[in-house]
């Protein structure tokens, strides 16, 4: 009998209106009366979850509840009904004395999404706590009303404005004419001011950024100008090189000289620069790595002449630098990139090699053309990019590049042949590397030592790009005019 009665409790319960096991909301509304806040809490919890809009009216009624958890839950059930009717009763509950209260407040109203709410949340950026804060710009990002961006860039020229959660809510609202906004503040009398301008309009403003941006390099305090530098460089825009270039030949300010350097190093391919041999000091002993990066080699034998960039070394039969392994630049399983300048005697001859058969790579000259290739597997083929012109006897600019499917070789700055292949090179090889000759048997065709001048050579940890390269290629200008900022 016993087991009969549960079943048949159970049958009622799922019968549809009769709610054994879910009141009704009128009775949860009933609730809201009770003299127990317990109750009362756990009846505007229930609402929440029912969702029913008939229980608006009595949940607007509990944001007045003298129980703090009550005046919580009602707020949070409004939330989760999404009912605009709650919304003026909402908004005056975002100056409620307890902190989870506004919260919720702010969270109903950013579900409900209306646009009514937009002052009121504005100045919930301003509550003593970050959660209400916080909660406040996720509302007005929900809503999406474009007619917020002008007040929300006006709060950049309060002296506690939380800048980061204003740069975050107008990159969300996405409205196209924000930075017109932002350049007025950049005539700000207040020095704050402008620098958070520029930082905003660095973050959000795009395409549209580049003009004020260099225009700010122009302000008359070195904080503007220092944040300008470094808001151009996030644009990743090439054009502002030579914007920067110029504030770098006439700025007085130690610290936007030093920006302006670091900016340009940070725009070129100069970041993943892993080794750098220029033979500027004419050593004929160690053929020290400019990088800073250790990669030093030794001379065996050639001698410092004039090169295409400073000074360079001459190459001939048994004169080359030897590397050993140079643990500082790895090839497995990654791109890179190698380069130098060359002026051969020669019809064959290697520029920079490492490895063998078993893997490894070659830049080299072969019956008068350049090429580049390399061997993955031991029993896998040669993969190998070659040009077609005749690259003896003047100043060329050679480059090989690594990628993932493929292998390309570049002269004088543009792409001259591209091979494909099934990947990167798997794994470091166990043989050395060499400029001007390869010691060992060659990853693809020939080992035969470089009879000629080798200049700048430079090896990157990355696939450089064809527009990075022929930048490389036509930028270098002669002897005491350097300047490494160019790269």
């Not at 920067?244 to 302006?260: F, H, I, M, N, P």
């Not at 500082?328 to 490895?355: E, H, Q, Y």
């Not at 020939?446 to 930048?471: H, M, P, R």
Request: with cysteine; glycine share 8%; aromatic share 6%.
């Amino acid at each position: 009998m016993k087991a009969a009665i549960c079943g048949s409790a159970l049958v009622w319960a799922w019968i549809p209106g009769i709610c054994l096991a879910q009141p009704p909301t009128q009775e949860y509304v009933r609730d809201l009366q009770s003299s127990a806040p317990a109750v009362r809490q756990q009846a505007a919890k229930s609402l929440g979850k029912i969702g029913d809009a008939t229980a608006v009216p009595a949940l607007i009624a509990a944001l007045e509840d003298s129980e703090n958890g009550v005046r919580r839950e009602a707020a949070k059930a409004l939330g989760f009904i999404k009912d605009s009717l709650a919304v003026p009763s909402l908004l005056e509950v975002l100056s409620d004395s307890d902190t989870n209260v506004r919260l919720y407040a702010a969270y109903a109203l950013g579900e409900i999404k209306d646009a009514k709410a937009g002052p009121a949340l504005l100045q919930a950026l301003r509550d003593p706590e970050w959660v209400v804060r916080d909660q406040a710009a996720w509302a007005l990002r929900e809503i999406r009303d474009p007619k917020l961006v002008e007040s929300l860039v006006a709060k950049l020229q309060e002296k506690d404005a939380d800048v980061a959660q204003v740069v975050w809510l107008l990159r969300n609202l996405e409205y196209t004419q924000t930075c017109d906004h932002l350049v007025a503040l950049l005539k700000s009398a207040d020095t704050t001011t402008r620098v958070r301008a520029v930082e905003t309009i660095g973050e959000i403003g795009g395409a549209d950024a580049v003009g004020p941006l260099v225009a700010a390099l122009r302000d008359s305090d070195p904080d503007v100008r220092c944040c300008a530098i470094r808001a151009l460089v996030k644009t990743g825009d090439k054009r502002v090189k030579e914007p920067l270039k110029e504030l770098g030949r006439t700025e007085q300010d130690a610290a936007v000289r030093e920006a302006v350097e670091k900016a340009l190093v940070d725009m070129s391919p100069r970041k993943h620069l892993a080794a750098w041999w220029s033979f500027d000091d004419r050593n004929t002993e160690v053929a020290k790595d400019i990088s800073n990066r250790g990669n030093h080699g030794e001379i065996l034998g050639c001698m410092p002449v004039d090169g295409k960039v400073g000074a360079a070394l001459r190459f001939s039969k048994g004169k080359y630098i030897e590397f050993g392994q140079p643990a500082g630049l790895p090839i497995g399983g990654k791109p890179f990139t190698v380069m130098a300048w060359v002026k051969s005697d020669a019809k064959n001859g290697v520029v920079i090699a490492r490895g063998g058969a078993f893997c490894g790579y070659s830049l080299y000259i072969k019956d008068s053309v350049a090429k580049f290739g390399i061997h993955r597997l031991q029993e896998g083929p040669a993969y190998i990019a070659a040009g077609t012109e005749d690259v003896v006897g003047s100043w060329v600019h050679l480059a090989g590049v690594v990628a993932e499917d493929r292998v390309e070789l570049y002269v004088n700055g543009k792409l001259a042949a591209t091979t494909e292949t099934p990947g990167y090179i798997p794994g470091n090889c166990g043989q050395g590397m060499e400029i001007g000759y390869d010691v060992s048997n060659s990853p693809a065709e020939i080992i035969d030592n470089f009879e000629g001048i080798i200049d700048e050579v430079k090896i990157y940890q990355t696939a450089l790009s064809e527009e990075d390269i022929g930048e490389m290629a036509n930028d270098e200008i002669p002897n005491d005019e350097r300047n490494p900022n160019d790269e």
